[in-house]
């Protein structure tokens, strides 16, 4: 069975690195790991057309890399989705809108395995992760299970009333506030930075990193970064395929359409620096 990259930088108490992608070329996660600097990356699947080949293309690409691969589902997908990505070598898995206690124990079980003790409800399959025939319902495979990283959004209204029963079900490791959500689940669509939104964030900070588990930022870009150090925070997931080209496409469109000598089309639209998801 593969090493979990992730688990172990964890484990070691040492900081990670993470990027997203929405999009499936498996080409895209090749230059990640040639760029350096990067322990996993994000497939945004909650986002994101996909299917099941995939899945198993991205596999082979992060292990070819040496990068953990984390996936974001979606939350009526939790348990399929979850099977799906483990089995074509993903280590990690982001579970999305957690609501309540008993979401959280569904977000465990669904990646542990099905045997005494674990409370999970993974059972044996015949797919990438075990080399498809070679530790089929091994104990290798138990111990794969145990070892991949359960994170948890938290960013619905019922999950913040909430918190502390949501972060003291076992088997989580990392948690993320998310300020889109929690804005609109307050009814402050929008309002990413409003004080009600910054107080959840920064509690849910807090009150992860006094049971032990590892808070997440995503950002859009490093400007944001020591505040949410200087609070404890040392895993952060930086960028999105999809933002970068809108950028670069933004600028230098018009950019280039000035150096024609032509009328610059409509400024486009300004993107919100910072932690928003």
Known sequence: MRRNKLRELL???????????LSTWPTLV???????????????AEYAPFDLHDLDNLGRALELKDLTGMIKVEQTQWTHQAMRAIGSGFQSVLFADVRTEEDARACVAAVRAETPGSG???????RRDVGMVLEVGRPAYVEALDQVVIALMVEKAECVEDLDRILSV?????????AADYSMSIGMAGQFTHPEVKKAEQRTIELALSKGLHPRIELHDLERAPEYMEMGVKHFCIGWDVRILY???????RDMRALLGEDAPP???????????
């Open 247 to 253: 950028n670069w496409l933004a600028t230098h469109g």
């Open 11 to 21: 484990n070691a108490g040492r900081p990670t690195l993470g990027t997203h992608l």
């Open 267 to 277: 400024a486009p639209k300004p993107v919100t620096t910072g932690s928003v998801y």
């Open 120 to 126: 999970g409800r993974m059972g044996v399959g015949m």
């Open 30 to 44: 090749e230059l990640v790991g040639a760029a350096g600097g990067f322990d996993y990356v994000e497939f945004t």
């Open 170 to 178: 076992p088997g989580i490791d990392m948690v993320q506030f998310g």
